[in-house]
């Protein structure tokens, strides 16, 4: 019997919904905390800090030139279109037509005709009624959860799920079940045994991770002898899975269905910003409605706008850059493999290698950077199992030669362990 994972969030705290001002839920038997000098107010971040230097996971940032001469296998510019000179010629003609800001939020002033034909196309193109532009995938997920939900519905997810889902979910205030990685069997259970009549099943098609795929067919098919609907998130699937790269989605056939939700990235494959869910209209018109992180949130910019559509349309000129982008990924994992490294198996663009600890994969990557190779270095929490790892994706771009070079260089700085 699979034991679903509850988390139980309580709303005591906020005196309304939506109120600027809430009151706390309690006040000590004691009385009052004593006043803290106000220096002092934020020592427990340093607290915090050495806890993570202790584990290991101290991050930083590292600002890029805008020529960097290192090979990027850490970027998620899986078509190589970030550069290409039509998307980024049209991102600088958008900006002096319309200006660098939309001004306002999508239901003020912030909907330019670039939106509404960004839309049109992105929903044709995957096989969608209709779609929703928002300023990132984040708050497309962040919308398309809670609104898709309530108190008086359950959640089930995969426990693997984007981080930007897992905070939908803490926001829905949902029964929320997470229940074992790719286990559709699991999914059932949660959602036979779950106390409200309205569900929700939430995954991701491709999991950022290690590049994995989720089932699809079988997650609908639970759905569905369940009552459930199905929220998909698609941003490692659109541009690189399906008919010319149409999306994990559209490869199962379910764009079109009634009861499936797909929310989708514009700053991966499309090489731009912003986020879009994709689904039946009285969806999309339920999220233009209710949605806070769509209303009250500044539109997209005319710029960003412009780069995805016409990426968009370099993709359907171009599909043969999904292809490549697969073809990168299972080379290096094969090489991998054969090299005795612990390589995930790739279904898209993305591929792990785990590393024996947090400061094994840092080191990895730091050697890697000085010998020209980027790549990504995932280490708790970001990571949902707590293994360490070298996260690294296609980019359709890369020459053959530049793929081997990039081989070589993970291969012969690679752990002991892993030699």
Known sequence: MHEPFKITLTATSVAARGACGA????????????PVPAENVLDWLDVEAEKRAEAGLVRRLRPRAAAAAELDLAGNDYLGLARDKRVAGAAAAAALKWGAG?????????????????????????GAQAALVFSSGFTANLGAVTTLSGRESAIVTDSSIHASLIEGCRLSRADIAAVAHND??????????????RALVVTDSVF???????????????????GAALLVDDAHGLGVLGDGGRGAVHEA??????????TVTLSKSLGAQ?????????VIRHLTETARSFIFDTALAPASTAAALTALRVLI??????????????????????AGLPASTPEAAVLAVRAPSPDDAVGWAA?????????????PPSVPDGISRLRLTANAGLSDSDVERAIEVIIETAPSFAS
């Open 317 to 338: 000129e171009e599909p043969q850059r999904a292809e490549r982008a697969r073809e990168i990924t299972a080379t290096m994992a094969d090489r991998f493999t054969a």
């Open 184 to 197: 559709p069997s699991a999914v059932g259970h949660a959602l036979r045994t779950r106390r409200h009549q």
């Open 367 to 379: 050697r890697c950077a000085e010998r020209g190779v980027r790549v990504g270095c995932f280490r």
């Open 208 to 226: 950022s991770v290690d590049g994995d795929k989720a089932d699809l067919t079988a997650l609908v098919d639970v759905c569905r002898d369940t």
């Open 23 to 34: 009151t706390l839920p309690y006040v000590s038997a004691e009385g009052p905390a004593a």
């Open 253 to 262: 056939g379910l764009t079109s269905a009634p009861d499936v939700v797909t």
């Open 102 to 126: 939309s001004t306002g939020s999508r239901l003020v002033t912030g909907s330019t005709e670039l939106h509404a034909e960004l839309e049109q196309e992105l929903a044709r193109f995957c």
């Open 274 to 282: 912003g986020g879009a869910v994709l689904g039946p209209r009285r």
